[in-house]
């Protein structure tokens, strides 16, 4: 045998955790498209059949990178409020803001595959409940419904959950398709926008 050529790895030797890591490079580099059995086989130095041994198919380890994906960005939007107790429910509100923007940035084709519509059909077998991200946030906002920190009837609460997620999202699909544009270098749309919901939950529906 050649010294030159590369030993293929056999099935036993390869972890659940490895094959996440290359997919999810795979996933970065390329996109979905790009991301398949035999690419993954291929950076790892094994057989397609040695994937299978962890996944069924595609769609179960594309499961599991949503899942994954999931845990980190909840990971993050938990790690952003250190002191709960500390802070008031705008400041949490907007450190939820300011992680989110930055998961998504950071992994911009693995947001993709967790929350864009295309996939939709692996949201549900990923998600079966609301993710766990969504429901921290949602958590985060009643609390301010119920200590009176927001000024507006709980009747409003899942009014003003869709309509703060839906700006968040919005920005992030504006600066991915490279839409969001500053008018000034030193011009900040995420903090412009937590700027503008606190006023307007300060302020309540009839201000003086």
Same mark, same amino acid.
Not at 73 to 82: D, F, V
Not at 121 to 134: I, M, N
């Given at each position: 045998?050649?010294?030159?050529?590369?030993?293929?790895?056999?099935?036993?030797?390869?972890?659940?955790?490895?094959?996440?890591?290359?997919?999810?490079?795979?996933?970065?580099?390329?996109?979905?498209?790009?991301?398949?059995?035999?690419?993954?086989?291929?950076?790892?130095?094994?057989?397609?059949?040695?994937?299978?041994?962890?996944?069924?198919?595609?769609?179960?380890?594309?499961?599991?990178?949503?899942?994954?994906?999931?845990?980190?960005?909840?990971?993050?939007?938990?790690?952003?409020?250190?002191?709960?107790?500390?802070?008031?429910?705008?400041?949490?509100?907007?450190?939820?803001?300011?992680?989110?923007?930055?998961?998504?940035?950071?992994?911009?084709?693995?947001?993709?595959?967790?929350?864009?519509?295309?996939?939709?059909?692996?949201?549900?077998?990923?998600?079966?409940?609301?993710?766990?991200?969504?429901?921290?946030?949602?958590?985060?906002?009643?609390?301010?419904?119920?200590? $009176?920190?927001?000024?507006?009837?709980?009747?409003?609460?899942?009014?003003?959950?869709?309509?703060?997620?839906?700006?968040?999202? $919005?920005?992030?699909?504006?600066?991915?398709? $490279?839409?969001?544009?500053?008018?000034?270098?030193?011009?900040?749309?995420?903090?412009?926008?937590?700027?503008?919901?606190?006023?307007?939950?300060?302020? $309540?529906?009839?201000?003086?």
């Amino acid at each position: 045998m050649n010294s030159s050529t590369k030993q293929r790895r056999v099935r036993n030797s390869l972890s659940r955790e490895e094959i996440r890591s290359v997919s999810l490079l795979i996933l970065k580099e390329e996109g979905l498209e790009g991301l398949s059995m035999r690419r993954i086989a291929n950076r790892l130095g094994c057989s397609v059949a040695s994937p299978y041994s962890y996944y069924e198919n595609q769609v179960d380890l594309v499961k599991d990178l949503i899942k994954h994906g999931e845990d980190e960005l909840l990971g993050m939007l938990k790690n952003s409020i250190p002191d709960e107790k500390a802070v008031s429910t705008y400041h949490k509100l907007a450190a939820i803001a300011r992680a989110y923007f930055r998961f998504a940035s950071t992994n911009r084709e693995l947001h993709k595959v967790m929350f864009v519509t295309d996939y939709g059909s692996l949201h549900r077998k990923a998600f079966p409940q609301l993710p766990k991200s969504y429901r921290f946030f949602l958590d985060t906002l009643r609390k301010g419904f119920e200590s $009176g920190e927001i000024n507006y009837p709980k009747n409003e609460y899942t009014a003003i959950a869709r309509l703060m997620w839906s700006w968040m999202y $919005g920005l992030l699909v504006l600066d991915m398709t $490279g839409m969001l544009r500053k008018r000034k270098a030193s011009e900040n749309p995420i903090e412009e926008g937590i700027s503008y919901f606190q006023t307007l939950l300060q302020r $309540g529906p009839n201000p003086d």
